[in-house]
């Protein structure tokens, strides 16, 4: 897992941004961030896009799904993919909705 701190602007990483970032990344942008539950698990090309970026710049991810705040129990499930998609990517910093 990378231990980068993640410094300056960040970019919500979106399918629709991958082609023209291939091409060139903008030095303003210093990280991406992402919602694990859009990424986790996903193959094919788009999996494979993921990698190329995940190997080359820092990533933050940002939960949409746990509710930690909610009165729903905690869905462990989840947590356990995302745990797993973090470590599978190098990404070390987490946030998430309390609701």
Known sequence: MSHRPLR???????????????????????????????WAGMGGKSGKDLRHFTERFPFACHGLSLSLGGIAPLDVALLRRIKSFMAEHGMSLYTEHLS
């Open 8 to 38: 300056g602007a960040g970019l919500g990483f979106r399918r629709e941004l991958i082609a023209p970032l291939k091409s060139q990344v903008p030095d303003e942008i210093a990280f991406f961030e992402l919602a694990p539950e859009n």
